[in-house]
């Protein structure tokens, strides 16, 4: 599949779903970009039995909790089993 069609098919829903998570439209768009920019560095290992949309809120997920960790946002309590995000 061709990766402009899957940025074409997908990134308003990366997007939207980065903003319901971090509610500020910056980051989302940041975090979207960065998101299609890892997934067309790894999609060559892409197991295409797996839905896309699902792998994609996967990195996005994890490039959020990547910005949360190195701006000191966000923290995991193992006691209790729960992250804890600063807004």
Do not use: G, P, Q
């Amino acid at each position: 599949m061709d990766f402009a069609k899957i940025y074409e098919d997908y990134n308003k829903d990366v997007y939207r779903f980065t903003l319901i998570i971090c509610s500020n439209s910056d980051l989302a768009i940041d975090i979207c970009h960065e998101t299609f920019a890892k997934a067309l560095d790894k999609i060559d290992k892409f197991d295409w039995s797996v839905d896309i949309r699902a792998w994609l809120f996967t990195i996005a997920r994890n490039c959020l909790y990547d910005y949360y960790r190195k701006n000191k946002m966000i923290k995991f309590c193992e006691k209790d089993n729960y992250l804890w995000i600063k807004y």
